[in-house]
């Protein structure tokens, strides 16, 4: 089990989406810190009419399609579960979920001020916090 807890990337801005054997969020703030939100696994990410879409891009590239809609969007909250599952709310109304798995690293946070949180294999989470 995780130790829930609040993440420190609310008020970066999503700049862009990669997709390679996994999805990649790419944001920074308005004074030009930086982060990487990767995710490896399956992620769900729900609008805010409650409309969801789930994906893993390493099984289908494509399911990252709806994801590009959060290019520009600026994150509100982003929190670490029991469980191991990363959530983001951004302002807009989305969120994103990211559960954590037992066979692999399942998501994975760095920002440019050192924090760094990872979600390995049997739903271990490491957290280290920046400078």
């Known amino acids: 089990m995780a130790k829930p807890r609040a993440l420190p990337i609310d008020g970066f801005c999503v700049t862009r989406v990669a997709v390679d054997d996994s999805l990649t969020l790419f944001c920074r703030t308005a004074d030009g810190q930086e982060a990487e939100i990767r995710i490896d696994g399956a992620f769900v990410l729900s609008d805010s009419a409650g409309n969801m879409s789930t994906g893993c891009v390493e099984d289908c590239p494509a399911s990252a399609g709806p994801v590009l ?3 520009l969007c600026n994150i509100t909250a982003a929190r670490i579960t029991e469980t191991g599952t990363l959530e983001i709310q951004f302002l807009d109304g989305h969120q994103m979920f990211a559960e954590a798995e037992d066979h692999f690293v399942s998501w994975e ?3 440019s001020d050192g924090f ?8 271990d989470v490491l ?4 400078a």
């Open 127 to 130: 957290v280290k916090d920046g």
């Open 69 to 71: 809609g959060l290019v």
């Open 109 to 111: 946070i760095k920002s």
């Open 116 to 123: 760094h949180a990872v979600c390995l294999a049997d739903k």
